[in-house]
Structures are given as C-alpha cells and as structure tokens.
T-cell receptor
Framework: DAGITQSPRYKITETGRQVTLMCHQT?????MFWYRQDLGHGLRLIYY???????DKGEVPDGYVVSRSKTENFPLTLESATRSQTSVYFC???????????????FGAGTRLSVL | AQTVTQSQPEMSVQEAETVTLSCTYD???????LFWYKQPPSRQMILVIR??????QNATENRFSVNFQKAAKSFSLKISDSQLGDAAMYFC?????????????FGKGMKLTVNP
C-alpha cells in the first residue's frame, strides 16, 4: 500500500538552477496534480494531468514544466529556480472511475523546497 | 471561477470542548462537492469530511460534522470533544462536478490550536 510518494522531502537549491521534484503513485489513478503551499495562500494548483501525455495549466504555472509519459509518474521541473518558488510542493492523485464524493484526492507528504 | 474563503486564520479551543471552523465559497454551479482537509505538523493532507451539494443532510464522521447551508454558500466544520491531536491546519476545498474538473480549489487555511 505504497500510495503516493514524493521525493525528495527536502531540497535546497540556488537561484537559476534547474530542479525536478518527483511524484509516483501506485494506484493507477488517472488524474495527478501539483500544488504549492504558501503561508496566507493555502494550496494553489500549478499543473494537472488527466492521463498520460495530457497536461494542463493550473492557477500558477509560470516557471514550471511538467511531463507525464507514464501514468504513475508526474515530475515537476523548475527550469530556472527563483526565490519566489520557495514553497512546499504537494503532489496529489485522483481516480476517475468512482463517482461523487468517493472520487477523492490523495496527497503525497510534500516537498519543502528552498531557493537561495 | 470558484473561490473559497476561510476568514479566520487562527482559532483555539480547550480540550474536550467544541469548536466550529467557518468556510464560505462562491460558485454559480448548482451541484458540486465540498471537503475539509486537515494538515498536522507532519504536513500530510488528510481528508476529514466531504459533502455533496445536492444532499441536504449534513455529513458526519465521528466527532466531525458539517453545517452545510447551500443558499448561504457556507460550509462550516464542527469538531466535538476536541482532542490534542486535532491541532492542525484545516483547509476547506471545493470541487466542480463537471467531468475533467477534478481540481480542488482551496481556502487559505485556518490554524487550530487545542489547549490542554
């Protein structure tokens, strides 16, 4: 029952560097999401994916790139990290075959990223 | 676009007492889903309770219950017999019922402190 795994849990990087946050889920959920959590803002959606090779922008996509070549993986890349991208990042997944409120979203444990 | 508002950034409650967390939302949709998530210091996002808008009956899960007022677009969470383990950030979230819209819209969160 591995669920949804994010790596690393903590990351420190420097301005201008590229960094990739990994997300892996074992449920074969169709939907996957990336959120960032900042004090005073709650969780905001960066990108999401409805299936392999299908991705779409969320509320705050600038400066981020995603890919989804396999259903179980959904990496998030910061191509040139900036200090404003210091945040806690959450990956989540959602099944599509269950209806109504059973169709709930499951979250990873988060990655705390610091950009110096 | 839908918005979710949690107007109280912090609250405190004495152990064993009852506390109510408020949440309001704005939407033009008639059917939707509402959720309360708990985030303890471990950062893990944990689903507390969920509500379908077309159901008039308020959802309950053990010590947790909601007061769903559809006309007022209000979705408050009541925690009875508060325990020290209830101390956490609480997030209210909205989801559209439309297929392909599994995205969650979160409020900014509220920090609950439980005093012994």
């Amino acid at each position: 029952d591995a669920g949804i795994t994010q790596s690393p849990r903590y990351k420190i990087t420097e301005t201008g560097r590229q960094v990739t946050l990994m997300c892996h889920q074992t449920w074969s959920h169709s939907y996957m999401f990336w959120y960032r959590q900042d004090l005073g803002h709650g969780l905001r959606l960066i990108y999401y994916s409805a299936a392999a090779d299908i991705t779409d922008k969320g509320e705050v996509p600038d400066g981020y790139v995603v890919s989804r070549s396999k259903t179980e993986n959904f990496p998030l890349t910061l191509e040139s990290a900036t200090r404003s991208q210091t945040s806690v990042y959450f990956c989540a997944s959602n099944p599509i075959f269950q209806t109504g409120v059973k169709n709930i979203q499951y979250f990873g444990a988060g990655t705390r990223l610091s950009v110096l | 676009a839908q918005t979710v508002t949690q107007s109280q950034p912090e609250m405190s409650v004495q152990e064993a007492e009852t506390v109510t967390l408020s949440c309001t939302y704005d939407t033009s949709e008639s059917d939707y889903y509402l959720f309360w998530y708990k985030q303890p210091p471990s950062r893990q996002m944990i689903l507390v309770i969920r509500q379908e808008a077309y159901k008039q009956q308020n959802a309950t899960e053990n010590r947790f219950s909601v007061n769903f007022q559809k006309a007022a677009k209000s979705f408050s969470l009541k925690i009875s017999d508060s325990q020290l383990g209830d101390a956490a950030m609480y997030f209210c979230a909205y989801r559209s019922p439309q297929g392909g819209s599994e995205k969650l819209v979160f409020g900014k969160g509220m920090k609950l402190t439980v005093n012994p």
